[in-house]
């Protein structure tokens, strides 16, 4: 089967089902995984459809999340930038606390302030920081199987144990009018509160997630400041009208 004629395929089983697996397309195309996955990024590159974890949806579907997998692979560069930018604005002896997602993730290596204490509701962020040795607490809770997040009611009782100088969180949706959003309402409630108990907040998002609007709003655009590789032209007046902007 021809490239064009597989996407033909993949886009009408998702016009039929909005959501289908990556195994189910290996059979209905008699295509390999590899094959079948270039596909799924070729599609999304031209904004066709969405990859989440196992497979791909509709674009639009506002309570569609990527898994960690599909996350770490895209806008890697980027990434580094904005998370080289986030670990500067620590100060030695800081008590902070690092949202789950790979951005947040990306800026541990990048911590040079000493003596600092990290609150976290990421396994993998508990893992990279023991082995820096920073001094760290991974909140109790529910365990997002494809996110590796913890999330949950115990989860935000264990958060109200704590107070920080500043948080870092990551937003799958950046717009003027409805601010800082995620899929996840579980998700979103952590992220909320982390942003109550921190004395300074700043949300890190790469250029992809501007005008995009998914299910759970966090707080609006002014609460925090927005750390980003660099603002697209449209976006930096309406954006750069509410909120403190530091870009690279």
Same mark, same amino acid.
């Given at each position: ?6 996407? %033909? ?6 016009? &039929?089902?909005? #959501? ?5 397309? $290996? &059979? ?6 590899? $094959?079948?996955?270039? !596909? ?14 196992? %497979? ?5 579907? =506002?309570?569609?999340? /990527? ?10 560069? &980027? ?13 030695d002896g800081e008590c902070i606390y690092l949202d789950a997602g790979t951005t947040t993730l990306t800026m541990i290596p990048y911590i040079e302030a000493r003596d600092i204490t990290v609150v976290t509701n990421g396994l993998s962020h508990v893992e990279a920081l023991v082995a820096k040795n920073i001094r760290s607490y ?9 996110? =590796?997040? #913890? ?8 958060? !109200?144990?704590?107070?920080? !100088? ?7 949706? #950046?717009? @003027? ?7 996840? /309402? ?11 108990? +921190? %004395? +300074? ?12 609007? $998914? ?22 007046? @309406?954006?750069?009208?509410? $909120?403190?902007?530091? &870009?690279?």
């Open positions: 089967m021809l490239t064009e004629e597989r996407y %033909g395929v993949i886009l009408q089983r998702l016009q &039929e089902r909005g #959501v289908v697996r990556l195994q189910e397309l $290996t &059979e209905l195309l008699g295509a390999s995984e590899s $094959t079948v996955r270039r !596909d799924l990024v070729d599609l999304e590159e031209r904004k066709l459809l969405k990859r989440i974890h196992g %497979g791909a949806a509709l674009p639009g579907q =506002k309570n569609l999340e /990527p898994g960690m997998e599909e996350k770490t692979l895209k806008n890697v560069q &980027e990434k580094q930038v904005i998370a080289r930018l986030a670990a500067k604005q620590l100060n991974l909140l109790g809770g529910m365990m997002k199987m494809h996110t =590796k997040a #913890v999330i949950g009611s115990i989860a935000l009782q264990n958060m !109200d144990n704590f107070r920080f !100088d500043k948080c870092f969180l990551g937003a799958n949706g #950046v717009d @003027p009018k409805m601010g800082y959003t995620t899929p996840d /309402p579980e998700e979103a409630l952590i992220k909320r509160r982390a942003h109550e108990l +921190s %004395g +300074s907040s700043y949300v890190l998002a790469d250029s992809s997630k501007f005008g995009e609007i $998914t299910f759970a709003k966090l707080f609006d655009l002014e609460e925090a400041v927005l750390i980003t590789e660099a603002v697209p032209q449209p976006w930096k007046d @309406p954006i750069g009208r509410k $909120t403190k902007i530091i &870009e690279g």
